[in-house]
């Protein structure tokens, strides 16, 4: 979360907790890009559920 | 980013959709299914031989025979080998579509990283889905609010279609299972629903989330 924003979250009157309970809410499409990735599940085609991450296989723009 | 697949099962346990039938047989079928989707993603394919239970009974994949190593020493091994920034599979208490094999297949690997040598991050994917049929209709939605999500809408730069895209360009890879009735459902899915969760394991595991009836 932008620090401006924690900080007007913080001025605004938020208590402490409520404060951490915003912060751990990612913006959305905020997953972090990892280096390196591995899926495991049962069956083939399983990955579909998660295929649009695997869009980001860096190996694909090569 | 460099990505891998690892399949327990080669799928043996599912039907056959195309009109011609599957020959030799579904598991040969199915697995040069998993060879073209990994290819499509340019993902190294690791696909396993244990049993793929019917979708009722939880599988028996723990029971060692003779000298073979057990499955999570199994899993363990080939994620070492491959040596993954980020781990990626089922919360072993819904399965994202509460199939049994999914559940134990997230089990396992929550046992098997205990086993390796560094600590990869672990997330678990938090994406329920169901199924309704006649018409064919797939709802995605979040496993318990506050998670990683990642929008499927998002352009990506690598083929610049959306991301969800990627979902039927994988279905059509598993001609199998999929005909044009579930790749027209994925295209029905409201573009608000078109999203991905993860959850790092050691946060999700911590609360409670919905399992499976």
Known sequence: MPLLLTMSLL??????SETARLRAVPHPSDV??????IWIAAHPDDEAIVAPLLGKCAARRG | MRCAFLILTRGEGGDC??????????????????????????AGLILLSYPNTAGVDKPVWRT??????????????????????????FDPRHGTTCHPDHMETG???LDAVKLLSYEPDVDLLETRVTFAFDPTVF?????????????????L???????WSEITQDMERHPSQFDDSWLAAIQNVPFADRAVYLAPARDILRQQVPGCQ
Not at chain 2, 78 to 87: G, K, N, T, W
Not at chain 2, 139 to 155: C, H, K, T, Y
Not at chain 2, 157 to 163: G, H, K, L
């Open chain 1, 11 to 16: 001025f605004a009157g938020f208590t402490a």
């Open chain 1, 32 to 37: 972090a890009t990892p280096v390196s990735v």
């Open chain 2, 64 to 89: 060692t025979s003779g000298d073979a190593p057990d499955v999570v020493t199994t899993v363990a091994h080939y994620i070492e080998a491959f040596h993954p920034s980020l781990v990626l599979t």
């Open chain 2, 157 to 163: 730069t690598s083929t610049q279609t959306p991301a």
């Open chain 2, 17 to 42: 959709l195309l009109l011609n039938g599957c020959h030799p047989d579904i598991a040969s079928v199915r697995s040069a299914e998993a060879g073209s989707a990994s290819q499509y993603f340019k």
């Open chain 2, 139 to 155: 709802s995605f939605a979040p496993a318990v609010a506050g998670l990683q999500r990642f929008d499927a809408n998002e352009i």
């Open chain 2, 107 to 109: 089990a396992i690997v």
